[in-house]
């Protein structure tokens, strides 16, 4: 007989310990879960996993984009930007500003070295910014692919 009480979800006999389960019932219950996992599995092989399709949280505010396309573009044009700025680093000898050493006292010529070295620390701090910055980005891109791969599992072609 089946029992008065029934699981919310999938609507399965949950028997009382005073109840008597008859086989017909259980067979019944395991047709019902089988249908729903038959179900999640279809729905779960329909998803679309178009990247236009996949919506982006973005927490820190690094994006305008909320799907994975927009958000891929404006990470590729964020690497085109910083390698045109990094090729168009002009270092021309007639945009660089030059003192005659020859004519400076050593403690003029020492100052324009540490200058010198300071400007050449502040660019290699800027590029490793940059690099870091990429790096970045590259590996938040590979976690929210493993996170979509760990969600849904590695789509098949």
């Not at 919310?8 to 249908?35: C, H, I, M, S």
């Not at 927490?59 to 690497?79: C, Y």
């Amino acid at each position: 007989m089946p029992s008065a009480k029934t699981t919310p979800n999938l609507g399965l006999n949950a028997w009382e310990g005073n109840e008597t389960v008859r086989r017909e019932d259980f067979y019944n219950d395991n047709q019902k879960v089988d249908k729903a996992v038959g179900d999640l599995k279809t729905a779960i092989e329909n998803i679309d996993l178009a990247d236009t399709n996949i919506s982006i949280i973005d927490a820190k505010n690094k994006f305008e984009g909320t799907t994975l396309d927009k958000v891929l573009d404006e990470i590729d044009d964020k690497i085109v930007d910083t390698n045109n700025k990094v090729d168009n680093i002009d270092l021309s000898a007639n945009k660089v500003k030059y003192t005659d050493t020859h004519k400076l006292g050593a403690t003029d010529v020492q100052k324009a070295i540490d200058a010198l070295a300071t400007k050449v620390k502040a660019l290699e701090t800027k590029t490793q910014s940059l690099e870091q910055e990429l790096t970045g980005q590259v590996a938040r891109l590979s976690g929210i692919n493993t996170e979509l791969e760990t969600e849904i599992g590695t789509p098949t072609v």
